[in-house]
């Protein structure tokens, strides 16, 4: 397939995924196009519908799985979370498509697609023929990673207690050999955005280089 490789970006809850993301859509926006991922949990104080996630109801969302709608779903704290639906430069691009094509409808408009999963849907990416870079966003320690979430104010001690678990995990995970191409660790800002473009740069050329001929 022509255009830019997808990224599959992963990495636990406090990591600072959204934030590198953020910088980075600040300095090259025009070439991304980003998932959002749909969830039955009730939106977080600022959180927006369509840009946050798509806040959907467990029916609606059961019915789409079974569809195969989804490139990848989990279920977390009693809540479905799934990655189908695209944003790019132009704003909201909701495919009814199965994933794998919005992925490459995305790749056709010569956009690099950014894919932010955990790790159960990197494993069901990687049987795909997608072929995207695999970087995974870990937090210095867990110590700092409990710290950064406390300050979030919007976790009870269970659910916080849950996350850590499951970053716990993530984090031995992001260890095994072969499962990324790239992994960050996010103890400075500044220095894991410069990594991140670095490991992106190829890939914004292409997309920066058909768009500016």
Do not use: W
């Not at 926006?29 to 959180?47: A, K, L, M, Q, Y």
């Not at 809540?79 to 132009?90: A, H, K, P, W």
């Not at 932010?116 to 966003?137: A, E, F, M």
Request: with cysteine.
């Amino acid at each position: 397939m022509a255009g830019p490789r997808p990224v599959v970006l992963s990495g636990p809850s406090g990591a600072g995924k959204s934030t590198l993301l953020k910088k980075l859509f600040q300095e090259h926006g025009s070439v991304f196009g980003f998932s959002v991922s749909h969830t039955t949990r009730n939106p977080r104080p600022g959180e927006e519908d369509g840009k946050d996630y798509y806040f959907v109801t467990r029916e609606m969302m059961q019915r789409d799985i079974a569809a195969g709608d989804f490139i990848e779903h989990a279920e977390f704290s009693g809540n479905l979370y799934g990655t189908r639906s695209l944003l790019g430069s132009t704003g909201l691009l909701p495919f009814p498509a199965p994933s794998k094509e919005a992925v490459r409808a995305v790749q056709a408009m010569n956009r690099i697609c950014v894919l932010d999963v955990d790790l159960q849907g990197v494993r069901s990416i990687k049987k795909t023929d997608l072929h995207p870079i695999y970087i995974s966003v870990q937090p210095p320690s867990m110590d700092v990673l409990e710290q950064r979430l406390r300050q979030r104010n919007t976790e009870t001690e269970e659910s916080l207690a849950k996350r850590l678990a499951a970053a716990q995990a993530d984090m031995e995970s992001s260890k095994e050999p072969g499962l990324f191409d790239l992994v960050i660790v996010n103890d400075n800002l500044d220095e894991a955005y410069v990594t991140l473009k670095q490991a992106l740069s190829e890939e914004i050329k292409k997309a920066e280089g058909t768009e500016h001929a």
